[in-house]
């Protein structure tokens, strides 16, 4: 169990109002991720850190912001939320697995469903 | 071409069948592959990973063709737990930077 948890697990806003959902980790991972699933396009790749401070754009970022300023949580912000940001979120950690070849694997947290009305 | 493909589903099997999922990806450089299984508003989880050589746990085994860039996912003797959605996950390197998920396939086990 790599002790993830996401905050709100559920939400329900308005267009244009700003939003944070919240990663916490008990593990002291270095990489910590943010993905949106929504049907038909399946998991995308929002931001992603590897380390407190540092982070890097995904795939589809515009609209997004992260912040990590400590370890344990990844923050994920929409300055002003759209309809098009209604999706569900999930935080991951990555992990080498030496037993799987040192391959790197992700583990996901429940997820934080967002509704933009 | 679409960086990691897979078969369109859903597929509708009877318990006990045999089903395969195929999945291709585009960069041959790709270093590291996965199957993930995510159950209906669940979170993805780590199903296998998949090697050239084949891997087998119980009643699943993965396959890797890097010739044809090419991964396989096989169920035997399909249960009702079996069904959810299996994600083929494709690593371009060895950067923890990003992972590539195909859109997922919908298995369905009927009694």
């Known amino acids: 169990d790599a002790g993830i948890t996401q905050s709100p697990r559920h939400k329900v806003t308005e267009t244009g109002t700003p939003v944070t959902l919240r990663c916490h980790q008990t593990?002291?991972?270095?990489?910590m991720y943010w993905y949106r699933q929504d049907p038909g396009h399946g998991l995308r790749l929002i931001h992603y850190s590897y380390g407190v401070k540092d982070t890097d754009k995904g795939e589809v970022s515009d609209g997004y912001s992260v912040s990590r300023s400590k370890t344990e949580d990844f923050l994920l912000t929409l300055e002003s939320a759209t309809s098009s940001q209604t999706s569900v979120y999930f935080c991951?950690?990555?992990?080498?697995?030496?037993?799987?070849?040192?391959?790197?694997?992700?583990?996901f947290g429940a997820g934080s469903r967002l509704t933009v009305l | 071409r679409k960086e990691v493909e897979q078969d369109p589903g859903p597929f509708n099997v009877p318990e006990g069948a045999t089903v395969a999922f195929n999945c291709t990806y585009s960069?041959?450089?790709?270093?590291?592959f996965f199957w993930y299984r995510q159950d209906c508003r669940k979170e993805p989880k780590l199903l296998m990973s998949?090697?050239?050589s084949g891997n087998e746990d119980g009643r699943f085994t993965a396959q890797l063709n890097r010739a044809s860039q090419y991964i396989s996912l096989l169920i035997r003797d399909s249960k009702l737990s079996d069904s959810a959605t299996y994600l083929c996950v494709v690593t371009p390197g060895r950067s923890q930077g990003n992972l590539i998920f195909g859109k997922g396939t919908k298995l369905s086990v009927k009694p």
């Open positions: 991951a950690i990555s992990e080498v697995r030496a037993q799987l070849s040192g391959a790197n694997v992700l583990t």
């Open positions: 593990e002291n991972h270095r990489y």
């Open positions: 960069n041959s450089a790709s270093q590291s």
């Open positions: 998949v090697y050239s």
